[in-house]
């Protein structure tokens, strides 16, 4: 590990800016790290639609590499094409990677009023299978088939994921969220599987719920969840959802997590509608750097820059458009600084 003149520790991350917002966002963040005097030493790297034609592929050997070396990357959003086009470079990441836990605190942010106070939960979503295998075939003109792959192996460990980040941050409860009733192989295996984690776990109470009573009730009394173990397709949607109730896409945070390897990127994705207009909030993808430093051991440069975008985002005048206000993304970006100083 090399370190500043000053003793700081040097920290090697890959750095992939991502389509849309994501140069815009990506690069508050690099400045606000800069400010909290965090020595990052970045490789980066392009993937998305851009270095599609150059490459025939959105993710080049060149990017998986640098991640497999340098073990952290922090990554804005890359757009994916609906319906044809190429596959999607975050499915292809997560996969070749073994990024197996996708992980998304939900929290109030101090000072920032939204309809529910109290949500302060955590989606643990399985992130390598499930409806996202891209097994998709059409069987006869007007019929397609999807698979939904479902592994014993891998709903073991997002669940023993769950179970030990609940240990580790003192919640009481994983509360499993399955369609086991329709589904009852595929959505029964992943049940089935959370049941057999939980009881190496007496002292965390293990709570089933239905997907759709899930949506329901995380809209109404979002409080009563600690966290969340979903299989890929339900943690994707709940996400957005979860999202919704602390103040947007604009604010939530998240990482892919692998064996020895994790990537850093906030839930929203490229955003197209406002990109290059600097009117995308930045705090998301800021938190994400936040948890990356975590990550990386730095809890004092991570708290700091915490603390600073809370002050940021309690004065209504720094809110951007996403939070009913006008502030852009560059205003908002210095006033994190700002605090920072
Ligand atoms: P989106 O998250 O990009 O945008 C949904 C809505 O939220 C839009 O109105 C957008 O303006 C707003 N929004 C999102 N982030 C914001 C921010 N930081 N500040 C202010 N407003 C924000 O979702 P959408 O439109 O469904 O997807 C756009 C593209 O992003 C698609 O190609 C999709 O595949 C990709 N995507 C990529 C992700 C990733 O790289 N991890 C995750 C989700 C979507």
Known sequence: MSTTPSGARIHRATLIRGDGIGPEVTEAALQVLEAAGVAMEWDTVEAGAEV???????????????????????KGPIGTPVGGGFRSANVTLRQSLGLFASVRPVKNLPGLKTPFDGVDLVLVRENTEGLYSGLEHQVAPGIVESLKIVTEAASLRIAEYAFQLAQREGRSEVCTVHKANILKLSDGLFLECARRVA???????????????CAMQLVTNPGQ???????????DILSDLCAGLVGGLGVVPGANIGEDIAVFEAVHGSAPDIAGKHLANPTAVILSAVMMLRHLGEDDAASAIE???????????????DLGGHAGTDEITRAVIERLE
């Open 199 to 213: 009881k190496g776990y007496p002292e965390i109470t293990h709570r089933e719920i239905i997907v759709d009573n």
């Open 307 to 321: 603390q600073a975008v809370f002050q940021t985002l309690a004065e209504p005048a720094n809110h951007p458009g």
């Open 225 to 235: 969840f600690q966290v969340l173990l979903l299989e890929n397709l339900y943690g």
């Open 52 to 74: 599609v034609q150059k490459y025939g592929t959105p993710v080049p050997e060149g990017v998986l590499d640098s991640i497999r070396r340098t073990r952290v990357a922090l």
